[in-house]
Structures are given as structure tokens and as C-alpha cells.
């Protein structure tokens, strides 16, 4: 099969690479594709050395799949362009997420959804991804009424110039800033751009998203995003508030045994989830698991993630494996 890699070059274009080569995705052809000044240069998959090309040659080479992760703009002008040479592209920007006519999939949640139609498909926000794979099968058993998250997302959600900035700052370089503000000891209340209702982009992307991954619109979230001094992935503080009552011991065993879930829940032995040890995996780890005790049928728990593997890369890789085992791509 051949696919494509648009932004191979980036951190997620670079994760994407390592993902496909791990979970042994049947690449016949790799098609690297980056900006202008990378045109020329050679990657190296799975031993073998690849050109990066540019947009018009990449679809020139009908590959089966393109694997979007080179920004929004970049996306709604080229993505269209694949669709209409009959590829498939899973994106992993904002740029289609909530375009009504795209469907926005983690796979362990709505994979149903995707069809032979379906061109452009959508790759939700790293920070949604891990929560819905998490509320999906509470939702399922006892209807989820209201989310309250606060995130503490890694630098490496901004991307290469913010990793950069922080490690600069460890070692006190002055260097190019990513953010307005030192990221080193320090917590940044903002993500994404503010908006007319005092809300980061970042939140209302937690609140949209989740409703139509979901597929209920009921569902009542409000999020507060934070950008803190760590690399090895996002943390969420989750408190969910049910229509039916729960038995915590139940509640432990439905994420023992949901798809892409690691259950890390045992406070006696200091055993929860933590950045550092969710680094370059795949799954999503779920702990400090409690009754909120302020009001009725409502949980808290934490939740962290590697957010370029199962919050961007993986999670797109995920999907093309899905459309293939559909006998949507070939």
C-alpha cells in the first residue's frame, strides 16, 4: 500500500513514521511529503531511503492513504486536492473537526462511523482523544450528565520550538520563545487563542469534540487547558457526573476492560499515571479513581496519555487500520 506522510518532517509527521513501522502497516511505498525547503532531502522507513516530495508530486503518486499533520491552512487547501484524486486523507488538524460533512473518529470509540464514502476524516484534538476513550464506556453504562477537566498538557503539544524553549530555559540559554511567557517552573493557563467567551480555542475544541465523537449532544463539558513543563504526554483531572448511581469496584472493572485502556489505580502501592511513564505508548492510563463526595453519582479520576502517539499518530494510524480492515483502502 502506499501511503503518504504529509509534514514527515514535523514531530507528529515523525511519530506517524514510527508508528506505521512499529504496528507493521503494510507500507508498499512511502511518500514523504514537507515544506519547500525540505524538498530533496531523504528519510529513512524501515530501512529503506525515501525523497520528500511536495504536495502535487505526492498526489501524482496516488498513494492509498495520506496522513495529514503539516497545520490547518495547509490542510483546507490541500486535503480537498488528495480527496479529489481519490485518496484518503486522515487529517490531524482543527481544519475539519467540526465540518459537519466529516466524520471525527477514535477508533475505539465510533470507528462504526467511517464509511467507503468517506474522504477526508478527521483526527480529533490529543486532548479529547484520551478523555472520550475513557467516558465511552462509563457513558455506556450509566449516561454521562456533566464533564468538568482541567488539563496539565506537555510543551510537546506546541511543538519542536517549545520543546526547545524548555529545555533552553533548563539550562539557562536565552533562545527563541514559543510562549509569552518562561515554561520552565512555571504552569501557562492558555492554549490556542482566546475566544469572545473567555474560553481557549483549545477548551471549546474539548467541549465540541466530544459531544459529536460521542454522538450526544447532551453532554454538558467545560474545560480549562494548561500548558505545564513536561514531555512525556497530557494529564486530565476528570470529574464526571452520571444520571445513574455507579459501584466503584464495577466502575474499576468496565476500564480494566475498555479497548486502549490501562487501568494504573492502586494508591496503596503509589501506583498511578504519570507523564513520565506514559511516554511512547500507545495506551491511555486511568487512575485515582474516587466518589466525589460533594454530590451524588458524580466520579473523579485522572487520566494521561502520550499526546503525539495515541493523541495525534497513533490514533490516525488507528483509523487507516480500521478503513483497511473495512476494505475501505487498499
Excluded at 60 to 85: C, R
Excluded at 190 to 209: A, S
Aim: glycine share 6%.
Amino acid at each position: 500500500m502506499k501511503v503518504a506522510v504529509v509534514g514527515a518532517t514535523g514531530l507528529v509527521g515523525t511519530k506517524m513514521l514510527q508508528v506505521l513501522a512499529e504496528r507493521k502497516f503494510p507500507v508498499t511505498e512511502l511518500i514523504p511529503v514537507a515544506s519547500e525547503k525540505s524538498i530533496g532531502k531523504k528519510i529513512v522507513f524501515n530501512e529503506t531511503a525515501y525523497t520528500i516530495v511536495g504536495m502535487q508530486d505526492a498526489i501524482d503518486a496516488k498513494p492509498a492513504v495520506a496522513l495529514f499533520s503539516a497545520g490547518g491552512s495547509t490542510s483546507l487547501e490541500w486535503a480537498p486536492k488528495f480527496a479529489e484524486a481519490g485518496i484518503t486523507v486522515i487529517d490531524n488538524s482543527s481544519a475539519w473537526r467540526m465540518d459537519a460533512t466529516k466524520k471525527l473518529v477514535v477508533p475505539e470509540v465510533n470507528e462504526e462511523v467511517l464509511t467507503a464514502n468517506d474522504k477526508i476524516i478527521a483526527n480529533p484534538n490529543c486532548s479529547t482523544i484520551q478523555l472520550v476513550v475513557v467516558l465511552k464506556p462509563l457513558h455506556d453504562k450509566y449516561k454521562i450528565k456533566r464533564v468538568v477537566v482541567s488539563t496539565y498538557q506537555s510543551v510537546t503539544g506546541t511543538g519542536v520550538k517549545a520543546v526547545e524553549q524548555l529545555m533552553n530555559e533548563r539550562k539557562g540559554i536565552k533562545g527563541e520563545m514559543a510562549y509569552k511567557y518562561p515554561i520552565d517552573l512555571n504552569a501557562i493557563p492558555h492554549i490556542d487563542v482566546f475566544l469572545e467567551n473567555g474560553y481557549t480555542k483549545e477548551e471549546m475544541k474539548m467541549t465540541n469534540e466530544t459531544k459529536k465523537i460521542m454522538g450526544d449532544e447532551s453532554i454538558l463539558l467545560t474545560a480549562t487547558c494548561v500548558r505545564i513543563p513536561t514531555i512525556g504526554g497530557h494529564s486530565e483531572s476528570v470529574n464526571i457526573e452520571f444520571e445513574k448511581d455507579f459501584d466503584l469496584k464495577e466502575v474499576r472493572e468496565i476500564l480494566s476492560n475498555a479497548p486502549g485502556v490501562v487501568l494504573q489505580d492502586d494508591t496503596d502501592n503509589f501506583i498511578y499515571p504519570m507523564p513520565l511513564h506514559a511516554h511512547d505508548k500507545d495506551e491511555i492510563f486511568v487512575g485515582r479513581i474516587r466518589r466525589d463526595e460533594t454530590q451524588p453519582n458524580t466520579l473523579n479520576c485522572w487520566i494521561v496519555s502520550d499526546n503525539l502517539r495515541k493523541g495525534a499518530a497513533t490514533n490516525a494510524v488507528q483509523i487507516a487500520e480500521a478503513l483497511m480492515k473495512k476494505g475501505f483502502v487498499l
